[in-house]
């Protein structure tokens, strides 16, 4: 497929959410009065211009379209002038900060979200794993074993096991009903950087410093395959949609796919400085990776071709895809956490609340939250636009 059209496609996508069908009611006389009191923004009358604007602030989100419109293309100074202000103000009241909840002791370098979007798992500086009721915060379960610092965690597809990788060079399995370790994957001779279920949950992958990443049972903890291949650390891995594609990335810049029966790579992308996350879009077609001098790139993993490269702030330490392939979030050094429109290559939103730097993202599942983890040992939630 070519760039155009993969590009068309996202779009499309993307037009389809925003539209939806023709209704009547109180929705769709909303939408007739928004334009009216977007050109009252320009009114002769102070007092008009005033009412306008509250009006506008009132209705919130269902104005923010016209609000951005209006302020991008009107005519009249006054208009953009209020225009900007009101979605500005209608922005930053929505999409925020929603809570926070103190994860561990020490930094936090993992988390990742259950299918069902109701559990979240952390994975820390203190050598603990724990699992958390999002909606609460309150912690549902902690799981003990790593000797030194976990660097990465995983769930699994049916939300009965989880998998970390730590510094010990270990990849550890839980059962989370009872919260023990299942068995222990020691075949990594140095830290394990980061780990992933396949999607129907039989197999683990993971990456190494040790320039391995490994394919495994998840039922006997049996080594598969042993991709090699990298220059140097594998920091980041990822499994396609169809259970038999590796992507893996290093500290060599380099983002590898392979074929997991032959343990061969069949596509190799790249930046210029080392990969630090990897996501595949739901289809498998595409596929973004983060590196840490150099931005997010997306890719079409069927011709090789980069579709998109957006310029990130140096220092990235993490990245997520959105399922659709619509949006992306990164974090890194500066303690913020950004939003991204993958089509139109832009930032959309960046969201302050860290004090220090962010090591992980992750989106929720319905694609308006998301969730950030840092060195001040918080995981915080985030209400995103749609």
Known sequence: MTKTAVLGAIGCAALALATGPPHDGPGARQDEAIPALIRQLGDKSFRKREQAGQRLAALGEPALLALRRAADTSADLEIRRRAERLAEQTEDRLYRELRQFNAHSKRVYAVCVSKDGRQVLTGGEDGTVRLWHLETGKELRCFKGHTRQV??????????????????????????????????????????????????????????????????????????????????????????????????????????????????????????????????????????????????????????KELCHLLAPRDLYHAALSPDGRRALSCGHDGVVRLWDVKAGKEIRCYRGHQEPVYAVAFIPGGRRALSAGAGSTVRVWSLPP
Do not use: M
């Open 151 to 304: 660097k990465a965690v995983a769930l699994a597809p049916n939300g009965r096991w989880a998998i970390s990788g730590g510094v010990d060079a270990t990849l550890r399995v839980w059962e989370i009903k009872s919260g023990k370790e299942v068995f222990q994957l020691g075949g990594h001779t140095e830290a394990v950087e980061d780990v992933a279920f396949s999607p129907d949950g039989s197999r683990l992958l993971s990456a190494s410093e040790d320039r391995t990443a490994r394919v495994w049972d998840a039922r006997s903890g049996k080594e598969l395959c042993r991709l090699r291949g990298h220059a140097g650390s594998v920091y980041c891995v990822a499994f396609a949609p169809d259970g038999r594609h590796p992507l893996t990335g290093g500290s060599d810049g380099t983002a590898r796919l392979w074929d997991v029966t032959s343990a061969e790579e069949v596509r190799r992308v790249g930046h210029p400085t080392g990969i630090r996350a990897l996501a595949f879009t739901a289809d498998g077609r595409l596929a973004l990776s983060a590196a840490h001098d150099d931005g997010l790139r997306l890719w079409d993993l069927g011709t090789g």
